[in-house]
């Protein structure tokens, strides 16, 4: 009896080669995954489509600079990430349009309205400082020519540098 279960089946070393096999394959999920998206094919979420195949003709972005020109880091001074800041305008001038703004009108005031916001993220100490040297949000467009690429700057919003008092006579 003991012959009969020291007896390996030719589907157990079979078996047991595929196991060996399989283990020996370095990044076994990484081909799973890969095997995976070839059976999937083009179905959501698993597309090949490349999202960034080819350039916009033009977008645009968006900062905060100083009375004297200037880049303000938004990170450290405000907290905010300058994407947050461009989504914030854009979502002020939806805001605005239901209202019934006008369309020349919504930029303006939703730049202003999110530079007030950023200016009560910060200390007082730091916003007397920002006010004195004045606060703007500048956004830039970039278009592509067939001379190369133009850059566009608009200032959106703006605080003037805040002017002392005149000494007393």
Request: with cysteine.
């Amino acid at each position: 009896m003991s012959d009969f279960m020291s007896y390996a089946s030719p589907s157990s070393s079979l078996s047991a080669r595929g196991d060996a096999f399989w283990r020996a394959i370095p990044f076994k999920g990484v081909i799973a995954v890969a095997v995976f998206l070839q059976l999937a094919g083009e179905q959501y979420p698993f597309s090949n489509f490349p999202m960034y195949a080819s350039l916009a003709p033009e977008t645009n972005y968006i900062y905060v600079a100083d009375g004297a020109g200037r880049v303000v880091p938004i990170l450290p001074t405000f907290g905010l990430m300058g994407s947050e800041i461009k989504k914030m305008i854009y979502s002020e001038e939806k805001t605005l349009k239901r209202a019934k703004i006008q369309k020349g009108d919504r930029g303006e005031a939703a730049a202003r309205q999110v530079l007030d916001y950023l200016l009560s993220r910060v200390d007082k100490r730091r916003r007397a400082a920002l006010l004195a040297a004045g606060l703007s949000i500048c956004r830039v467009s970039v278009a592509r020519k067939e001379s190369g690429f133009v850059n566009t700057k608009e200032i959106l919003a703006e605080r003037a540098p805040a002017q002392s008092a005149p000494p007393p006579l």
